[in-house]
């Protein structure tokens, strides 16, 4: 394979291996074409969170995970990868609500060229991790037992210098999720475009393509038929979010005024809780944009640092994998502005400090994780 260039069918492969990356409902917002030997990447607007991400930090994050996924695989197949960020990652405000990718304007290209023989002997350090682990990797959301030795040494995954991963303790984890699943139920947009995501029915149109099943949502059966009709007929589902709002505002203003438990230690066996934040400031003072651009982002980051991060997140995740662990990601720690700023303060997070994306960690209390599932996969 070295001093040869990717073949046609290689690519193919390394974009059917990236399919496998996470993303936020499972909306898989890549749209990957193969063009004179690259892969450029555009968003699919219809894929998007309008509501739930406005500013498009989830998004950008998955596509660093594509990224990432790509890599490794490419590194197996003994090729460097070479991404370069395009200006359209930093025009997504200008994408339409909904639709399908726009490929003239593409966020980002991947070039794959082959890997020098120093280069080849240290992929093992580069991408320690194995198409084989992107492929198997999994999101559980059930009941988890955590380890919390798995994270406390991370020198491996090469995170930069201004991105780090802090813990958080389980009895704030439980409040600051009950406050930010508050904040989605009390508005009506993002509650809405939560159910447009769910398939809760196998006989559900996409149940095998796209979304959250409720498989995935380890649902008990007798609930998800029970709730599956509320989430394909208008109907149902507008007196259901009407209702839900003004108990969710409730609950959520109850919430806001609660402390945080202090002074209490983990029970034995609760999973581990984890905020990758970067800093702002540091992250402006490389080669990629200034402090000023960096603290002016709608994310807090600038995009590429974004895509960046969400690389770095991808290697976590396939860390915890190694090790036996699932992932339980938690984004309405950082949806909701109320449990955003007591998750700030509970980590003493600085002014030029922002947290990207909260997940628990630890090994799933079942026999078999549910596989979500892609667009990609073999037609049922």
Same mark, same amino acid.
């Given at each position: 394979?070295?001093?040869?260039?990717?073949?046609?069918?290689?690519?193919?492969?390394?974009?059917?291996?990236?399919?496998?990356?996470?993303?936020?409902?499972?909306?898989?917002?890549?749209?990957?074409?193969?063009?004179?030997?690259?892969?450029?990447?555009?968003?699919?607007?219809?894929?998007?969170?309008?509501?739930?991400?406005?500013?498009?930090?989830?998004?950008?994050?998955?596509?660093? %995970?594509?990224?990432?996924?790509?890599?490794?695989?490419?590194?197996?197949?003994?090729?460097?990868?070479?991404?370069?960020?395009?200006?359209?990652?930093?025009? #997504?405000?200008?994408?339409?609500?909904?639709?399908?990718?726009?490929?003239?304007?593409?966020?980002?290209?991947?070039?794959?060229?082959?890997?020098?023989?120093? %280069?080849?002997?240290?992929?093992?350090?580069?991408?320690?991790?194995?198409?084989?682990? !992107?492929?198997?990797?999994?999101?559980?959301?059930? %009941?988890?037992?955590?380890?919390?030795?798995?994270?406390?040494?991370?020198?491996?995954?090469?995170?930069?210098?201004?991105?780090?991963?802090?813990?958080?303790?389980?009895?704030?984890?439980?409040? #600051?999720?009950?406050?930010?699943?508050?904040?989605?139920?009390?508005?009506?947009?993002?509650?809405?475009?939560? #159910?447009?995501?769910?398939?809760?029915?196998?006989?559900?149109?996409?149940?095998?393509?796209?979304?959250?099943?409720?498989?995935?949502?380890?649902?008990?059966?007798?609930?998800?038929?029970?709730?599956?009709?509320?989430?394909?007929?208008?109907?149902?589902?507008?007196?259901?979010?009407? !209702?839900?709002?003004?108990?969710?505002?409730?609950?959520?203003?109850?919430?806001?005024?609660?402390?945080?438990?202090?002074? !209490?230690?983990?029970?034995?066996?609760?999973?581990?809780?984890?905020?990758?934040?970067?800093?702002?400031?540091?992250?402006?003072?490389?080669?990629?944009?200034?402090?000023?651009?960096?603290?002016?982002?709608?994310?807090?980051?600038?995009?590429?640092?974004?895509?960046?991060?969400?690389?770095?997140?991808?290697?976590?995740?396939?860390?915890?994998?190694?090790?036996?662990?699932?992932?339980?990601?938690?984004?309405?720690?950082?949806?909701?502005?109320?449990?955003?700023?007591?998750?700030?303060?509970?980590?003493?997070?600085?002014?030029?400090?922002?947290?990207?994306?909260?997940?628990?960690?630890?090994?799933?209390?079942?026999?078999? !994780?549910?596989?979500?599932?892609?667009?990609?996969?073999?037609?049922?």
């Amino acid at each position: 394979m070295i001093g040869e260039s990717p073949s046609p069918e290689l690519l193919s492969d390394l974009v059917l291996l990236a399919s496998r990356t996470p993303s936020p409902h499972n909306t898989q917002p890549w749209s990957p074409q193969i063009i004179d030997g690259t892969i450029e990447v555009s968003i699919v607007p219809g894929r998007t969170l309008p509501a739930g991400d406005p500013t498009f930090r989830d998004v950008i994050m998955s596509l660093g %995970a594509w990224i990432e996924s790509l890599a490794i695989g490419a590194a197996e197949a003994g090729f460097a990868t070479d991404v370069t960020v395009l200006p359209a990652l930093s025009e #997504l405000d200008s994408l339409p609500i909904s639709g399908p990718a726009d490929v003239t304007r593409p966020v980002f290209r991947v070039a794959l060229s082959p890997a020098d023989h120093d %280069a080849t002997e240290g992929a093992s350090n580069l991408h320690p991790f194995t198409a084989a682990e !992107v492929m198997e990797r999994r999101v559980y959301r059930g %009941a988890l037992v955590g380890e919390p030795e798995v994270f406390a040494h991370l020198d491996s995954l090469q995170l930069p210098p201004w991105l780090s991963l802090r813990s958080l303790d389980d009895r704030a984890m439980k409040q #600051l999720s009950t406050l930010g699943i508050a904040f989605t139920a009390s508005h009506a947009t993002v509650a809405n475009e939560l #159910l447009h995501w769910l398939r809760l029915d196998p006989r559900h149109p996409r149940y095998h393509r796209d979304g959250m099943t409720d498989a995935m949502l380890v649902m008990p059966r007798p609930l998800a038929r029970i709730a599956a009709p509320f989430t394909r007929r208008a109907r149902l589902r507008d007196p259901l979010v009407a !209702v839900a709002g003004p108990v969710a505002r409730l609950l959520e203003g109850l919430g806001r005024d609660a402390a945080l438990p202090t002074g !209490v230690t983990d029970e034995r066996g609760a999973p581990t809780h984890h905020v990758l934040v970067a800093n702002s400031r540091a992250a402006g003072i490389d080669d990629i944009l200034s402090v000023t651009e960096a603290m002016d982002s709608r994310i807090g980051v600038t995009e590429p640092h974004a895509l960046e991060a969400g690389r770095v997140l991808q290697r976590l995740w396939l860390h915890a994998h190694r090790q036996g662990l699932a992932i339980s990601p938690h984004s309405e720690l950082i949806d909701s502005p109320a449990a955003h700023g007591a998750l700030r303060k509970r980590l003493g997070l600085s002014r030029s400090d922002v947290a990207l994306s909260v997940f628990s960690a630890g090994v799933a209390q079942t026999d078999r !994780v549910p596989r979500s599932p892609r667009l990609t996969d073999p037609m049922r």
